[in-house]
């Protein structure tokens, strides 16, 4: 093989022009999924984060057997699970759903977590000053609590949120046409990878710099956590 | 004489099988600064936070100003914007400055407008002296003047009575005078105060009375002439006797 | 038949979970395979580059960064697809196991040199200049005195971070290999019965739900002191 049959494989202006009408689709896509999956998630988070601050120990266990369970089970898994075995049991399922379903499941634990133990980072001292100038439970969770949760695990929810964004791509093997698939299409029709390569650059392009941030905020972190 | 503002009756508090406060009787006039005194585990800080219904007292009364505090009916959140709190951590809201601190109670359950909020919240915090402070965060104020911001987030709800929950435990010896200062500011003001502490210079020099704590009960009271000079039980003698040992 | 007896016949049918129970069991095995290859490869490649890093080489530290970066930034299903198939289009074949265990090497990678680094940095100075006061050198110093603190301190991180990454396998099904999910998919569609998914699911339950309990545990043990 030659060094121009690699380019020609990998990097062909022909082959992307031809393609990018399709991959600008997915890539479209890909950004719309990210936004209906990620608030999904986060939401399905803190209703589990706000659960666990009841103390109840009849809350307790099954939370965190929900949480672990959904940790254990590969992402991909439990997608092709709802979108496959759903409809054995008479509920048909558009791809969309499955990956809502899916994402709501998973993603929802993993923010779970982070927000957890964000909240158990706060003194409850915190909680006890609202309380004696009259806040009430919820008011001291929402002014007091949740604000300085949020900001003791940021770099893990943004690196979750990134990790989020990445796994849309397992959307592509329920054909929801979404960057991946996209290019996998464009793929298989012209024999070629440069519409793959051009999403894996797309993908790098769109994600690099929150890779950098993040890079910076986990130094940070751990320099203080000695 | 009017009836006391604060009148606490017959309380007791269990933690699991620990009993912590074994049927105290407190009963504070308006007007008046009572110190309470005590070894760690005396149960004076439980008294202190029963009072407010942050512990809730296993037995027992309580009434601030004219309203039954452990009354299913009583809204407690309202009950306590007449009972200030100030606490030996001082918990500040960090994500907060020191205007937003005080600021929140007033917003969130008196319902005010931010315009009026901050205006009264500044209001407090020149009684603390620290009005150009307002828009410092907790973590750029030294220990005393977060305290003192504590401080000014109480007494800006009005409240009819204060708690001190050893506030000034956690500040370094040279920090101590200011929030004493507004402690006393406070008190010569009129502010009716319930104060845990083991600020003795203080005790003698501001308190009314002084109440002795040992084993869940309430030892000894009396002005604090009486009890720092001529205490009449065995155990409040070795308790202050060990307190001037330190502090000598 | 009630609702109840046709749910149990689809996702619980105890002659369809007979049958291809020795296929998800094969599975089984190759997924613990694949993952054992994943975890030894990639944690050693991600130290091999933290302690590179350490040597303060400029360029090469720039390379490292960037290698690093583009793969905590590329999805994992995106780099196993442009192995698998992108390479023939250069003439160039890898089978599926083998793109699955790079792909997600490179990741593992990318995300434990970031934090065995991050680890490293959080050493104070004085750790280093002790060690060479005493007469170590630089090897000896980062070997018997940083590198046991670094990694001590990120135990936790790269824990979880292992965990996550080894539930990528679940990707190669993707690529045609017959790990748990793969064999799982193969048993509905020669079935017609998800049953198979029902025996996936709970084989990926054996295999992390303890790995989770683990993580949760290792957490609590190394607890930052604050």
Aim: glycine share 8%; aromatic share 8%; with cysteine.
């Amino acid at each position: 093989m030659t060094f121009d049959d690699f380019l020609q494989a990998f990097f062909s202006w022909e082959i992307l022009e031809q393609a990018w009408p399709i991959l600008w689709a997915g890539f479209l896509n890909t950004l719309v999924l990210s936004a209906v999956v990620v608030p999904l998630g986060f939401i399905g988070g803190v209703i589990l984060a706000l659960l666990s601050t009841l103390r109840s120990r009849w809350v307790r266990w099954p939370l965190i057997a929900w949480v672990d369970l959904f940790r254990s089970l590969p992402p991909l898994v439990l997608l092709v699970f709802v979108y496959a075995g759903l409809p054995f049991a008479g509920l048909e399922v558009s791809p969309l759903t499955a990956v809502a379903i899916g994402f709501f499941l998973n993603t929802g634990a993993y923010y779970g977590e982070i927000l957890r133990a964000g909240i158990e980072s706060v003194p409850h001292g915190q909680t006890e000053a609202a309380r004696s100038t009259g806040l009430t439970a919820l008011q001291a969770l929402g002014h007091v609590v949740l604000p300085q949760a949020v900001r003791n695990v940021l770099p893990d929810l943004i690196s979750n949120t990134l990790e989020v964004v990445k796994l849309t791509s397992i959307a592509s093997v329920v054909a929801l046409p979404e960057l991946l698939f996209q290019a996998r299409q464009a793929q298989s029709v012209t024999y070629n990878a440069t519409p793959i390569m051009a999403a894996a650059v797309i993908y790098f392009v769109l994600l690099w710099p929150v890779v950098r941030l993040l890079s910076r905020l986990e130094n940070r972190q751990m320099a203080g956590r000695r | 004489m009017p009836g006391p503002i604060l009148e606490a009756r017959g309380l007791h508090k269990h933690f699991g099988h620990l009993h912590v406060l074994k049927g105290v009787d407190l009963l504070v006039q308006e007007r008046e600064l009572v110190f309470v005194i005590g070894p760690s585990g005396s149960g004076k800080s439980t008294l202190l936070r029963c009072l407010n219904r942050l512990e809730e007292p296993s037995a027992g009364s309580i009434t601030v100003d004219g309203i039954d505090l452990l009354d299913r009916r009583t809204d407690i959140n309202k009950a306590r914007q007449r009972i200030g709190m100030v606490f030996q951590s001082f918990n500040l809201y960090p994500h907060m400055t020191a205007l937003g601190n005080v600021a929140l109670a007033l917003r969130k359950v008196q319902g005010r407008g931010r315009a009026e909020a901050e205006a009264r919240a500044r209001e407090a915090l020149d009684r603390v002296h620290l009005a150009d402070r307002a828009g410092h965060y907790p973590g750029q104020l030294s220990g005393g003047q977060q305290q003192r911001v504590a401080i000014a987030r109480a007494i800006a709800l009005e409240p009819r009575v204060m708690l001190f929950d050893e506030p000034t435990s956690a500040l370094d010896p040279e920090l101590v005078g200011g929030v004493l200062a507004a402690m006393r500011e406070l008190r010569e003001s009129g502010m009716t105060m319930v104060v845990v502490s083991h600020e003795m210079g203080f005790a003698r020099a501001a308190a009314d009375r002084v109440i002795f704590m040992d084993g869940g009960r309430i030892v000894e009271q009396g002005p604090p002439a009486a009890i720092f000079g001529a205490p009449q039980e065995e155990r409040t003698r070795a308790f202050i006797g060990q307190i001037e040992r330190n502090h000598a | 038949m009630s609702n109840w007896d046709r749910f149990l016949d689809s996702f619980f049918n105890a002659r369809v979970a007979a049958e291809y129970l020795p296929k998800v069991i094969e599975g089984f095995w190759l997924t613990i395979l694949l993952a054992g290859c994943i975890i030894l490869t990639g944690l050693a490649a991600g130290l091999a580059l933290a302690v590179l890093r350490s040597l303060g080489i400029r360029p090469l530290n720039w390379l490292i960064i960037f290698v690093v970066d583009l793969f905590r930034a590329l999805p994992p299903l995106v780099v196993i697809v442009l192995l698998y198939f992108g390479l023939p289009a250069a003439g160039l074949s890898m089978s599926g196991f083998a793109a699955a265990w790079l792909s997600l090497s490179l990741v593992l990678m990318a995300f434990a040199e970031e934090i065995v680094w991050a680890g490293i940095t959080a050493v104070p100075r004085g750790q280093w200049e002790a060690a060479r006061s005493t007469g170590l050198g630089f090897a000896q110093t980062l070997g018997w005195v940083v590198l046991p603190q670094a990694l001590r301190m990120v135990v936790p991180p790269l824990t979880n971070r292992t965990i996550a990454i080894t539930k990528g396998t679940a990707l190669a099904s993707v690529v045609a290999v017959q790990e748990i999910l793969g064999a799982a998919q193969a048993g509905v569609s020669f079935s017609f019965n998800p049953t198979p998914l029902t025996l996936g699911a709970l084989a990926y339950l054996v295999l992390f739900l303890p790995v989770v309990i683990l993580g949760r545990w290792v957490e609590a043990r190394f607890a930052w002191k604050r």
